[in-house]
């Protein structure tokens, strides 16, 4: 499994971005499949961000991020997309997308630890 996250960049604060993480190579991720969004700010713990149930497209959200991102996916392209409304500078962080396999967005982890799959980072900083 090789999931690739691209979309972090330079942005002010209250513009948006988009994340994307793609599954190469997956073929059919099964339904009982979790993705979800983590960020690790320099100097704190990592956390996750959002999440989303691969089957039924149930998701979580973090309290930090209620109401300005949004998680979804595109199971035909096998993507999970981090829409990030109304940025703010403590949004800035490194972002890694991960599968975790058996597991709803719900039951993720709260701080990645039994994620099965990382993607690699993706900057996202934003200035004030």
């Known amino acids: 499994v090789q999931l690739q996250a691209s979309g972090g960049g330079l942005v002010q604060a209250g513009g948006s971005l988009r994340l994307s993480c793609t599954c190469v190579?997956?073929?059919?991720?099964?339904?009982?499949?979790?993705m979800g969004w983590f960020r690790q700010a320099p100097g704190k713990e990592r956390e996750i961000v959002a999440a989303?149930?691969?089957?039924?497209?149930?998701?979580y959200i973090s309290d930090s991020v209620k109401g300005r991102f949004t998680i979804s996916r595109d199971t035909a392209k096998n993507t999970m997309y981090l829409q990030m409304n109304s940025l703010k500078p403590e949004d800035t962080a490194v972002y890694y997308c991960?599968?975790?396999?058996?597991?709803?967005?719900?039951?993720?982890?709260?701080?990645?630890?039994?994620?099965?799959?990382w993607g690699q980072g993706t900057l996202v900083t934003v200035s004030s």
């Open positions: 989303v149930g691969w089957g039924g497209g149930r998701t």
């Open positions: 991960g599968e975790k396999r058996g597991s709803s967005a719900q039951a993720m982890s709260r701080t990645g630890n039994d994620i099965d799959y």
């Open positions: 190579d997956c073929g059919r991720i099964f339904s009982s499949t979790a």
